[in-house]
């Protein structure tokens, strides 16, 4: 044991001495973030002792106790992550919670913070996590950490804010001119949302006085050494709606790297007054997740829903590439939860890693966690699963790849690489939606995985008739109709549902994803045919043949070329 502290006391001091510089909004603009919880990602193991003694046998989510990971016990589990492409890492708060039994059990998730200048001994030390910091750097990947800085929790609601109450708390915040005066939130009006207090009369978050001078230099001089001290690239910063906008400049400044704030809600206008107000880097894309529930959470849903979401989110953000894309979260449902039908998770993963912004994954995700209406239940241990090679951890790795060549590659389109071009819908029906984001065409639909006798059109892709294009997620090879037309069918077995990503055959030799993936051949105006390397369902371009598809005569086609 004292050879391990040895060498840890080391790592830690080679990790302060190789910090890289603060990492900008630029600088991850395309990165790709896989968020955990510390307590829930990985186990204690030799090299990660447990901090917490006794832990429970079974890490049972229902008992919200702590099931023994930490900040170690997560470089552990660091190649399972890179190997899904990540090139980031989200983990829960780091400061120190209220450590006592309350009426929703214990802090395990480290969000209620009593004390943001001090680590939570829980998850380990300071040399522990600069180890962290220096393992990911280490391969070049990002450190982003949960931050709680809205507001203190307290077991005696309507006797808190007095001096002897809040020391009996632990609380950093001992005056009570550094709190708001209690009141419960009014959501309907914003000025309650930033002033009244979050939590109910069992565990009241006190809400802290943000425009107090003392809390103001104090909080931003913390957050400068927090980043500084530990090489943190990036911060998450809860309830960001919960604090007046103006506040959060100052103190992302302070921190000196990129924020991205948990704006909870639906409201696009509000969410995107974050960065047309200059008062953070970023925000979560909540309103993008509600259209993508709607577009993709039940077969035949509402596409046109996330059609106009996805709009307007292209228009109201100044910077859309920076929002953060997910599908769940600690605080949402797991999205098997809902929605049993994993073509229809693959067509939201699509637009979640392909539409402008960085995607999110929620550990679990990638395993299809499903026992997760909500708060605790989404919060499972992951090393049940024996952190398993799944098809949907493929799914994920082959999207991270796709990202990271195209992005490497400089892969343009009319004159604009992917980073650089905002998303553009370019077709869509009540169950279908296509759309471009520079070299990529996502072709993507909600009818879900039985097959079915219908197709989608996409009257103009973008290439020229008879050019040779590649679906990327299946590496099957193509030819565009006239006028630039693609179409889809979901006809033939196996292909109910399917997601497309298409590239031009140039442009998927460059990026090897797909490995030689020839030329295609074609046919004529009405249907295309792939090259004999490799076996596909047909692609056609035209009016007529779409109709003659409704007749359901193309089943019997698609069949035949399959044989």
Not at 266 to 273: C, G
Not at 292 to 308: C, K, L, Q
Not at 423 to 439: E, L, M, Y
């Amino acid at each position: 044991m004292l050879h391990y502290t040895s060498i840890l006391s080391i790592i830690s001091l080679l990790s302060v001495a190789s910090l890289t510089d603060a990492a900008t909004a630029d600088q991850w603009k395309g990165k790709s973030i896989y968020q955990l919880f510390t307590d829930r990602f990985a186990p204690p193991s030799a090299t990660a002792p447990a901090r917490t003694s006794p832990l429970p046998e079974t890490c049972d989510p229902i008992q919200q106790t702590w099931c023994g990971g930490t900040w170690l016990s997560i470089i552990d589990k660091l190649d399972y992550i890179q190997g899904m492409g990540f090139d980031a890492v989200w983990i829960s708060p780091v400061s120190q919670n209220i450590d006592v039994y309350t009426p929703y059990n214990y802090a395990y998730h480290g969000y209620w913070v009593n004390d943001p200048m001090t680590l939570n001994p829980r998850f380990g030390s300071a040399d522990d996590l600069k180890a962290l910091s220096a393992a990911l750097h280490a391969r070049g990947m990002y450190l982003m950490v949960d931050v709680v800085v809205n507001n203190i929790p307290s077991l005696n609601p309507y006797d808190a804010v007095n001096s002897t109450a809040l020391k009996l708390d632990g609380s950093r915040w001992t005056d009570p001119n550094e709190f708001h005066p209690q009141c419960w939130i009014d959501y309907n009006n914003q000025t309650s949302v930033e002033y009244c207090w979050l939590g109910d009369d069992k565990v009241a978050l006190m809400d802290v006085n943000t425009e107090n001078p003392t809390v103001i230099s104090s909080l931003n001089s913390w957050i400068g050494n927090l980043t500084s001290t530990y090489g943190i690239d990036g911060l998450r910063i809860d309830a960001a709606k919960h604090v007046p906008g103006p506040f959060w400049t100052d103190f992302c400044k302070a921190g000196g790297v990129f924020c991205i704030g948990e704006v909870y809600g639906s409201d696009i206008n509000f969410a995107a007054s974050f960065q047309t107000q200059k008062w953070m880097d970023s925000v979560l894309g909540y309103p993008l997740y509600y259209g993508i529930v709607n577009g993709f959470g039940t077969p035949n849903g509402n596409m046109s829903n996330f059609v106009e979401v996805a709009q307007q989110t292209l228009a109201t953000f100044p910077q859309p590439g920076l929002l953060g894309n997910f599908i769940e979260n600690h605080d949402l449902p797991r999205w098997r939860n809902t929605t049993s039908d994993p073509q229809l998770a693959y067509n939201a993963m699509v637009a979640q890693f392909i539409f402008d912004g960085l995607p999110v994954v929620y550990y679990g995700q990638e395993q299809d966690f499903s026992h997760g209406a909500g708060d605790p239940y989404n919060r499972a241990a992951l090393w049940p699963s024996n952190y398993a090679n799944t098809t949907t951890y493929q799914h994920i790795k082959k999207l991270n790849d796709i990202r990271h060549a195209v992005i490497a590659n400089g892969t343009q389109f009319n004159g604009k690489n992917f980073l650089d071009s905002q998303t553009t819908i370019v077709a869509s029906t009540k169950n279908d939606v296509a759309f471009r984001k520079g070299p990529l065409l996502a072709v993507l639909t909600n009818r879900g995985s039985p097959n079915v006798p219908q197709a989608f059109g996409v009257p103009t892709s973008g290439w020229s008739a008879q050019s040779a294009v590649i679906d990327l997620l299946s590496c099957k090879q193509y030819a565009v109709g006239s006028g630039g037309a693609i179409s889809v069918s979901y006809a033939a077995s196996g292909y109910g549902g399917m997601p497309y990503i298409f590239v031009s055959q140039t442009d998927a030799s460059a990026l090897k994803i797909c490995g030689d993936v020839g030329v295609a051949t074609y046919v004529s105006a009405n249907t295309t045919t792939t090259s004999s390397a490799s076996t596909s369902i047909p692609i056609q371009a035209s009016k007529e043949f779409i109709s003659v598809l409704a007749a359901g005569l193309v089943g019997l086609a698609v069949a035949l070329s399959l044989v």
